[in-house]
């Protein structure tokens, strides 16, 4: 498993994503990488920490919310399939 797959699940993002019933998701473990580099530059930039992990999951959290499948884990967005 790649560096970027192992954060993705440890960060409980993974746990986020994929149908319901199914496994989690790592197809989208490059966000979080990304997300850390722009997190890093707005920390930098502010001159505090900011942990890309928590505002991506932190509503989740706080709420209990869990993977919805094809819509969002709120049951507010329904999410297709785009080029």
Do not use: C, H, Q
């Amino acid at each position: 498993m790649s560096s970027a797959a192992t954060k993705w699940g440890s960060s409980g993002l993974a746990y986020l994503t994929g149908l319901p019933d199914g496994p989690a998701d790592f197809s989208r473990a490059n966000v979080l990488a990304r997300a850390d580099e722009v997190a890093a530059a707005v920390g930098d930039r502010l001159g505090i920490e900011v942990d890309a992990a928590s505002l991506l999951s932190g509503r989740a959290a706080l709420l209990g919310l869990t993977r919805g499948g094809r819509g969002s884990p709120g049951g507010a967005t329904r999410l297709l399939a785009a080029r």
